[in-house]
C-alpha cells in the first residue's frame, strides 16, 4: 500500500541553525510528493512540491529533492527562523490512482527559539 | 484569486442542532475535498468531489452531507454530531479530474474549528 513516514517530533532549533525533516514513502509507480506547512490556528499550505525522479522543489529556503532509488523526500533549509515554527506535513499522492487522494505523514513540529 | 475560502472560521453546535459549513474557490478547479483534522493529527479524508460528482466517501457517518452546488462551491452539511466529531475541518481544491496522472497538490482553506457540546 501507500504510505509516508515522517521522523517524530519535536524537532527544537535555534535560529539559523541547519533543518533536515527526513520523509520517506512506500508506493508504486512514480507518486507525487509534497511538503505542507500548517502554523498554529490555520489550514494547510503547500510548501514546495515534485512530480518525478530527481525533481528538487523549492520555497521560501525550504528545498526536497525526490529520491526514488532512497524512497525519500527529505525536507531541508539552510537557516531557519522563528517564524518557521509550525507543523509541517510530508505527503504524497498515487501515480494514476483513482484519486488524487493526498495521504500524509504524521507531521512532524519545528519549534525555533531566539 | 488563489485562496479557498470557508466559512465560519468557528463554530459551536449543540447535538440536536443543524449547521453547513460552507467552502468556496474561484481557481477553476474540479477536484474538491473535505478533510477533518484532530488536534496534533494529519488531515483524514473524507469526501472527495470530481466536477460536482461524489466520487469518494470515506465510510463518513451519515450525520455529515456533502453537497456540490455548483463547481466552485463546496458545503458540508451538519446534524445530530457528536462531541467526538470536534475537529478543524479543512475544504481543499485542485486542479482537473481526479485520475488524472499527475497530482499538482491542493490549495487548502483555513478551516472551520468546530466545537460540539
Known amino acids: 500500500g501507500n504510505s509516508v513516514t515522517q521522523m517524530e517530533g519535536p524537532v527544537t532549533l535555534s535560529e539559523e541553525a541547519f533543518l533536515t525533516i527526513n520523509c520517506t514513502y512506500t508506493?508504486?509507480?512514480?507518486?507525487?510528493l509534497f511538503w505542507y506547512v500548517q502554523y498554529p490556528g490555520e489550514g494547510l499550505q503547500l510548501l514546495l512540491k515534485?512530480?518525478?525522479?530527481?525533481d528538487k522543489g523549492s520555497n521560501k529556503g525550504f528545498e526536497a529533492t525526490y529520491r526514488k532509488e532512497t524512497t525519500s523526500f527529505h525536507l531541508e533549509k539552510g537557516s531557519v527562523q522563528v517564524s518557521d515554527s509550525a507543523v509541517y506535513f510530508c505527503?504524497?499522492?498515487?501515480?494514476?490512482?483513482?484519486?488524487?487522494?493526498?495521504?500524509f505523514g504524521t507531521g512532524t513540529l519545528l519549534a525555533v527559539q531566539p | 484569486d488563489t485562496e479557498v475560502t470557508q466559512t465560519p472560521k468557528h463554530l459551536v453546535m449543540g447535538m440536536t442542532n443543524k449547521k453547513s459549513l460552507k467552502c468556496e474557490q474561484h481557481?477553476?478547479?474540479?477536484?474538491m475535498y473535505w478533510y477533518k483534522q484532530k488536534a496534533k493529527k494529519p488531515p483524514e479524508l473524507m469526501f472527495v468531489?470530481?466536477?460536482?460528482?461524489?466520487?469518494i466517501n470515506e465510510s463518513v457517518p451519515s450525520r455529515f452531507s456533502p453537497e456540490c452546488p455548483n463547481s466552485s462551491l463546496l458545503n458540508l452539511h451538519l446534524h445530530a454530531l457528536q462531541p467526538e466529531d470536534s475537529a478543524l475541518y479543512l475544504c481543499?481544491?485542485?486542479?482537473?479530474?481526479?485520475?488524472?496522472?499527475?497530482?499538482?497538490?491542493?490549495?487548502f482553506g483555513s478551516g472551520t474549528r468546530l466545537t460540539v457540546v
Open positions: 481543499a481544491s485542485s486542479q482537473g479530474r481526479t485520475g488524472q496522472r499527475k497530482n499538482y497538490g491542493y490549495t
Open positions: 508506493a508504486t509507480g512514480y507518486p507525487s
Open positions: 515534485a512530480t518525478k525522479a530527481d
Open positions: 505527503a504524497l499522492s498515487p501515480y494514476g490512482g483513482a484519486t488524487n487522494k493526498l495521504i
Open positions: 481557481m477553476g478547479h474540479r477536484a
Open positions: 468531489y470530481s466536477y460536482e460528482k461524489l466520487s
